[in-house]
């Protein structure tokens, strides 16, 4: 709860996209990649909705943040915005499974997740694109 909405962080680390509740997928990056802590990574988003396994590897996910927070990055993706997530399944899935209190939880989590990382000062990572209006990073 304490990271800013700006991360600044150090080479090496793997960079990750979109899940989007492949829980398995999740596994085979984990195997393939390396296990944190002696693997870093940062997840740009989407973690959840169109799989079958969007709880599951949201759960996964947080438990290496929770874990290891100096090695395991999660960035917030335009699924993990309540009117996203609520129109593609995530709420459905919740709501079925468990209740639209816990729904509700991973809102709040999903709130407090940064937007962008740069690494090493020279790569820009986000879930979506830049705006022209943007000029500078300060």
């Not at 874990?67 to 919740?94: Q, T, V």
């Amino acid at each position: 709860m304490d990271q800013p909405v700006f991360l600044e962080l150090e080479a090496p680390i793997k960079i990750c996209g979109d899940l989007h509740g492949q829980f398995y997928d999740l596994l085979k990056l984990l195997e393939f990649g390396g296990m944190p802590p002696e693997a870093n990574y940062l997840f740009l988003g989407d973690y959840v909705d169109r799989g079958k396994y969007s709880i599951e590897t949201m759960c996964l996910l947080m438990c290496f943040k929770i874990k290891y927070p100096e090695n395991f990055f999660l960035l917030r993706g335009n699924h993990e915005i309540a009117e996203i997530n609520r129109m593609y399944g995530f709420y459905d899935d919740c709501k079925r499974r468990f209740s639209i209190k816990m729904w509700k939880k991973f809102i709040d989590v999903f709130n407090c997740l940064p937007i962008t990382a740069l690494i090493d000062d020279k790569i820009l990572c986000m879930h979506g694109g830049l705006s022209p209006d943007l000029h500078t990073l300060d």
